[in-house]
């Protein structure tokens, strides 16, 4: 008796997603995607999540479940490198993402006037950013060996000046000046796209009253540039705080832990060389939590200057 119910059931919410997907077929067609994407996505989350609370080391065939331990252990100061590692990212994200709108900008500005072989000045942009970090890194490896790297060797030879680049007072330098030149070109075209899209009725209506040429950049460039700029930061700041490849290809985080970042850290502390996957899952968590939080803000001050723009 109660089959027939069941079959109607079964039978109107058959017809409901029919009628849904016939209203709307694309869905049908990005359906295995999205799925794919939540399944690569969520479940090593849990997994990570479920690993953080447990004592499991690298090999071990047994472990147990210890709770919130290893975060008390993080923010109790049980693992002092854990603080340098995170302020030494902290500080790394602040200085490349400046430099990187800074220079970003002044080149999206050139690229903004019409000039010869203009197409070859695109064309140098795009090898930055077409090239893996990996290789990135130890390409500047060799161009930043003291002894023979050709920065030195131009230094050398210009000034008289040999710096040892990835000694330990310089590693940090060093890699900020490797990121700043792989990803700046990735800010110039978010900006330059940014400025081609820029109305051309507010100059002409500045041009009108006299205006020059630095009280338009600073009065309705920036202003209406606003927007770009926050998305370039979104994109940046998330992909510096989660950095691993240009500083374990350049200095595989030393000298000492001059270059060792978040992510290098969870590396070391969970394969390199203690093997305890645990303490390095709750390492995990806390960049995955502090991305998050950074990417939340920013994302909600670009919808801000995008409904003000």
């Not at 295995?32 to 399944?39: D, S």
């Not at 680049?165 to 330098?173: D, P």
């Not at 390492?283 to 003000?308: D, N």
């Amino acid at each position: 008796m109660c089959e027939a119910p069941i079959h109607f059931t079964l039978k109107r919410e058959v017809g409901i997603l029919r009628s849904f997907f016939h209203r709307k077929p694309h869905l049908l067609f990005i359906m295995p995607a999205v799925v794919l994407m939540a399944v690569l996505t969520f479940v090593p989350t849990i997994f990570l999540y479920a690993l953080s609370l447990t004592n499991y080391e690298l090999g071990s065939p047994s472990y147990r479940f210890v709770g919130l331990e290893n975060y008390v252990r993080l923010f109790s100061g049980g693992d002092p490198e854990f603080w340098k590692s995170f302020w030494l990212s902290i500080k790394f994200m602040v200085i490349v993402t400046v430099l990187e709108l800074a220079f970003g900008f002044a080149l999206a500005l050139l690229l903004d006037r019409e000039f010869r072989f203009k197409f070859i000045v695109f064309a140098c942009l795009i090898v930055p950013i077409a090239m893996t970090p990996s290789i990135t890194g130890q390409l500047w490896k060799l161009m930043l060996n003291a002894e023979y790297g050709v920065v030195n060797y131009l230094l050398e030879k210009s000034f008289g000046w040999k710096v040892v680049w990835l000694s330990e007072s310089n590693a940090f330098l060093s890699t900020v000046l490797v990121d700043v030149w792989q990803n700046t070109p990735f800010v110039a075209l978010i900006l330059y796209a940014g400025l081609k899209s820029l109305p051309v009725d507010p100059y002409e209506a500045a041009m009108m009253d006299g205006a020059n040429r630095a009280q338009m950049l600073r009065h309705i460039t920036l202003p209406l540039l606003k927007p770009m700029f926050l998305l370039a930061v979104v994109f940046r700041s998330m992909d510096a705080l989660k950095l691993f490849d240009i500083p374990f290809s350049l200095t595989q985080g030393g000298p000492g832990s001059a270059t060792e970042f978040l992510s290098l850290h969870v590396y070391r502390l969970g394969f390199a060389q203690t093997g305890w996957v645990g303490r390095a899952s709750a390492t995990a968590v806390v960049l995955l939590m502090l991305i998050s939080i950074i990417s939340i803000l920013l994302i909600k001050a670009f919808r801000k200057g995008v409904e003000e723009r």
